[in-house]
């Protein structure tokens, strides 16, 4: 770009954390987290309080920020590969081809993995890399002494959803990692016109902050997740995704809360130094700054945890917007906003037309002045999955209908009057008004889904497909064993996989620090059946005896 162009060109800093709820700020109302980065954010910028999710599930709310539509354009409905891949433009490719210097740091979660999606350059930090040489930070902590350790983001198998406290001192936490990338790429490129998308994988689980993030939060000043006696029997459609384990106690259950939360602090502190680094280089008046998240995470509320399910907690998500000039300082905007707004607003301030044949269907959140849409949004949806485990979410402003096409049942929530979602209007005795009104909103669903789904979610006679299958079977399906082990670490030279730390011993350093559980207390059976070893260490014996 001429030197004239430049000058006026904005700058984009686009900040992704995963699975962070919209509640978990101080500028959002929680007092019992301190957010002083975000708070900035919010102080000089606006809170757009009533954001949500297209999709609540990594691969897919990623790819449905990135080319601005929704599942069946870009064909990703969960964490899976489409093939053969739609060739659809991202945002990132569009501002390179129009003079920006684009820049991924951190989780892309892209497959192949280096398939760079129009970025000119990424710096990788993925949760499960297949090579060593592939991931920046498994080589970052190579550098730094640290080559020897297994599970560098926290063991994910027998403790992923269990306490755990990181390996690492916090200077070189992935989290901190991140934040140092973007500081670095922003002090060598503030001379030009710039795309950077820095992707955080905290904190999302496992929940292993350093010190003294880990123990920055009391776990019995905080508060118990809602609803959290409720029976599950009651509403069965909840039995999707994880729920409660019997063997996680309620400590436990506290405890991980304030590992999230000291998770979410630790990245708020590298907001905080990036949005100093801005200042310090002379880019905060230049610089459109968002910070949002691909999905939330249900932390324990009505018995679930994780994600890809309608409640609040999974697809409500922060999102926080600073540009002073267009971007009006300290307003809280309601309007109902999700991620697929964000690329028409980034291709709206660069002044670059969108190129493809489909138009985009989100808008731009600086449509009018001050910052928000230019006309008034009355509904979106939120969608996840293809086939029998697909679910449509239709959100108005105070009310939520959910469809599920595997048994074809419904939920209705008031979220004026229960925002918790507690009551399901259409169980029990179920008023003619909540009939009528589930009813109208199953409607608006099926034209939606006509128009922008599957084909395949509709039956020969254009309605919603139930599938037939019983979803009350089995109950919550509850914390379990996984076989996520690091796959770069079967890639290594025999010399180099000789001297990493064991899985036992990786396990016994994630919970050196913990007191709500015990060894005994895991699914060692589980464990033992999916290659888990304590090979080498004090229960070796009691393990090969299982």
Not at 435 to 461: C, I, P, Q, Y
Request: with cysteine; proline share 7%.
């Amino acid at each position: 770009m001429p030197p004239e162009i430049i000058a006026d060109t904005p700058n984009i800093l686009f900040m992704m954390v995963d699975q962070m709820r919209a509640d978990a700020m101080s500028c959002a109302g929680n007092e019992h987290i301190e957010t002083p980065g975000l708070d900035r954010m919010a102080a000089e910028g606006t809170r757009f309080s009533q954001c949500v999710t297209p999709v609540p599930v990594c691969v897919a709310a990623r790819h449905t920020f990135m080319t601005g539509h929704r599942c069946a354009e870009h064909l990703r409905f969960g964490n899976n590969v489409p093939d053969p891949e739609p060739r659809v433009p991202t945002v990132q490719q569009l501002l390179g081809l129009a003079g920006y210097c684009t820049r991924g740091v951190g989780k892309m979660h892209f497959r192949p993995v280096r398939r760079h999606f129009g970025f000119h350059r990424m710096e990788l930090m993925e949760e499960i890399p297949d090579y060593r040489q592939d991931d920046e930070y498994l080589m970052y902590l190579q550098d730094n002494g640290y080559g020897h350790v297994r599970e560098v983001h926290g063991v994910r198998n027998v403790l992923y959803q269990m306490p755990q406290v990181s390996v690492f001192p916090e200077e070189h936490h992935s989290s901190t990692w991140v934040a140092d990338r973007t500081i670095d790429f922003l002090s060598q490129n503030h001379d030009r016109p710039f795309f950077c998308w820095s992707s955080w994988i905290a904190p999302h689980p496992p929940w292993n902050p350093p010190e003294p993030f880990a123990n920055m939060y009391d776990p019995d000043k905080l508060p118990a997740p809602l609803n959290a006696d409720d029976d599950a029997s009651a509403n069965p459609t909840r039995r999707v995704g994880g729920g409660f384990s019997d063997s996680i106690t309620p400590e436990a259950i506290q405890r991980i809360k304030a590992l999230y939360y000291g998770s979410v602090s630790l990245i708020d502190k590298g907001v905080g130094r990036i949005l100093r680094a801005l200042d310090e280089h002379g880019l905060s008046e230049n610089t459109l700054v968002i910070f949002t998240s691909d999905h939330g995470e249900m932390l324990g509320d009505h018995k679930r945890w994780q994600k890809g399910i309608p409640d609040e907690g999974s697809v409500r998500v922060p999102m926080l917007a600073r540009y002073p000039g267009r971007v009006d300082a300290g307003v809280v905007n309601d309007d109902l906003v999700s991620l697929l707004d964000m690329a028409p607003t980034f291709l709206d301030l660069a002044g670059v037309e969108y190129p493809y044949d489909k138009p985009l269907p989100g808008a731009s959140i600086l449509g009018s002045k001050g910052g928000g849409l230019a006309e008034a949004r009355d509904e979106v949806v939120t969608e996840i999955m293809r086939g029998p485990r697909r679910w449509l979410s239709l959100r108005q402003r105070d009310w939520k209908y959910n469809y599920y096409l595997l048994d074809g049942s419904e939920e209705l929530y008031d979220l004026k009057n229960d925002p918790d979602e507690v009551h399901d209007l259409l169980m029990g005795d179920i008023s003619d008004a909540s009939r009528s009104r589930a009813s109208d909103m199953k409607a608006t669903l099926t034209v939606w889904e006509k128009n922008h789904g599957f084909e395949d979610s509709l039956d020969g006679n254009g309605k919603l497909v139930n599938a037939g299958q019983d979803r009350s079977e089995g109950g919550p399906s509850g914390q379990r064993c996984n076989n996520q082990f690091p796959r770069w670490v079967d890639q290594l030279p025999a010399d180099e996989r000789a001297a990493l730390e064991s899985r036992g011993a990786s396990v016994l350093n994630a919970m050196r620090k913990e007191t709500t559980f015990t060894v005994e207390d895991l699914p060692l059976k589980a464990f033992k059946e999916v290659g888990g070893s304590f090979e080498g260490t004090k229960y070796q014996e009691m393990f090969e005896d299982l």
